[in-house]
């Protein structure tokens, strides 16, 4: 029995595998080149991420298209983005052998944010679907969050203290993607926006004092404070 991948994958699909293999590279790149490159890979992933969906609706989607895409957002906005964490406190804290306490720091909460975003991928599967509003911040945003915080301020600031802030944002957003808050999924339009917005902060994110980079983590915390009582979709 062959798996008949040309007939039962859709363009969307494919989009889909480009995402997760963008997250599987941002991981690569966090442990040898660095914060930087991945949180602009994982940003790349997350404007791969918002394409597949507008091109599911206007080509269409197939059967596996909704499984393959929790799966790929495991691996995109799980998985690298808790190596990302990883790699920014161990180059500000290398050893990390040598401060227990923040050894257990960057290994827990990058490990919370993993499994946590596991769980809301698996609940949003099985229990939520195609609805347009469900509870708990989206994987995508939450690591799209502490990538573009880390390329907005995060990179300027001494490492220490990058690192600290970064786990304090990590610990806080994995735990609101389980929170009863409800999240609208955005317009086309405003995707669109925002991934204009994400293509500059991932080619020019020096440019201007980092103006994409910040003009993205202002519109993603506006969302992330807003969204649930105010945002227009609804």
Known sequence: ?????????????????????LGVVAMVAAVTEGPA???????????ADGL????????????????????????SFGTA???????????????LSSAPALYA??????TLFAVLALLRAALYTVYYGEETTRPGVQNTLAASMLAVGYLAVGAMLDPGTTATAALAAGAV????????????????RDALAMGVVQ????????????????ALLLAATAYLLLAPRFYWAE
């Open 105 to 110: 720091a960057a290994v827990i909460v990058p």
């Open 199 to 214: 293509m500059g902060a991932v080619l020019f994110p020096a440019v201007i004092s980092r103006a994409f980079p910040r």
């Open 52 to 75: 597949d969906g507008l091109v599911a609706r206007h080509l269409g989607s197939s059967e596996v298209g909704l499984t393959l895409d929790s799966m790929a957002d495991i691996v």
């Open 1 to 21: 029995m062959a798996f008949r991948v040309r007939d039962r994958l859709a363009v969307a699909d494919v989009v889909t595998l480009l995402n997760a293999g």
């Open 173 to 188: 957003l994995a735990v609101l993607m389980l929170a009863p808050l409800p999240y609208p999924k955005l317009l086309d």
């Open 81 to 95: 983005p808790a190596v990302l964490l990883f790699a920014i406190a161990h180059r500000a804290w290398e050893p």
């Open 37 to 47: 490159l991945a949180a602009r890979l994982i940003l790349l992933a997350a404007v």
